[in-house]
């Protein structure tokens, strides 16, 4: 059974970089039919999509976080990772790493973490 | 303001039928499949239905999907307490100014 676990600090003051790491496992992120993704939820609010990385290194970014965003890929530890520059409070959220098909459904999910950004 | 427009709330009683809307535009259901999304209080989302109508294995065929033109509809039979969640639809936005996965801004389902 494929899992997914994200790991990284929970609280990151204003203005610093905001660093999340997926960890795959049950399965291979080389497999190529499948993409890898973060999305995260504010407190009491809906899902945003964030972006999307091949294993090859290939990536698709929400063009309103692009400016600010590096997605990385390490498939010898079958990890991922996100790098979110410049924060602000509206970065608080919940963060989920996910598998989607292609660029379709997502299908897996991690539990989320939860970032607050906050001084 | 989500990409795709959703009802914030549906309500029904046990054993009764509901269904979500989920509108959008050419550029992303038009012609884009859909997915729905159920998430459970304090929970990740879980996938229900994918390419439109489909189930994943597991997932009870009280959950239907459909989609025309640049509308989807997730269907919910058989109403339980346990499927009192919030429900998101989502799918691939081709347009410049999203350019990804957009969602719906989730409707809350009350089983009362």
């Known amino acids: 059974q494929l899992q997914l676990q994200e790991s990284g600090p929970g609280l990151v003051k204003p203005s610093e970089t905001l660093s999340l790491t997926c960890t795959v496992s049950?399965?291979?992120?080389?497999?190529?039919?499948?993409?890898w993704g973060w999305i995260r939820q504010p407190p009491g609010k809906g899902l945003e999509w964030i972006g999307s990385?091949?294993?090859?290194?290939?990536?698709y970014y929400n063009p309103s976080l692009k400016s600010r965003l590096t997605l990385s890929v390490d498939t010898s530890k079958t990890q991922f990772s996100l790098k979110l520059t410049s924060v602000t409070a509206a970065d608080t959220a919940v963060y989920y790493c996910?598998?989607?098909?292609?660029?379709?459904?997502?299908?897996?999910w991690g539990q989320g973490t939860l970032v607050t950004v906050s001084s | 303001q989500s990409v795709l427009t959703q009802p914030p709330s549906v309500s029904a009683a046990p054993g009764q039928k509901v269904t979500i809307s989920c509108s959008g535009s050419?550029?992303?259901?038009?012609?884009?499949?859909v997915s729905w999304y159920q998430q459970l209080p304090g929970t990740a989302p879980k996938l229900l239905i994918y390419?439109?109508?489909k189930r994943p294995s597991g997932i009870p065929d009280r959950f239907s999907g459909s989609k025309s033109g640049t509308s989807a509809t997730l269907g919910i039979t058989g109403l339980q307490t346990g499927d009192e969640a919030d429900y998101y639809c989502?799918?691939?936005?081709?347009?410049?100014?999203?350019?990804?996965?957009?969602f719906g801004g989730g409707t809350k389902l009350t089983v009362l």
């Open positions: 996910a598998r989607t098909r292609g660029l379709r459904e997502i299908d897996y």
């Open positions: 049950g399965g291979s992120i080389s497999n190529p039919n499948y993409y």
């Open positions: 990385i091949y294993y090859s290194g290939s990536t």
């Open positions: 050419s550029s992303n259901i038009g012609n884009n499949y």
């Open positions: 390419d439109n109508n």
């Open positions: 989502g799918t691939w936005d081709t347009s410049l100014s999203a350019g990804g996965v957009v």
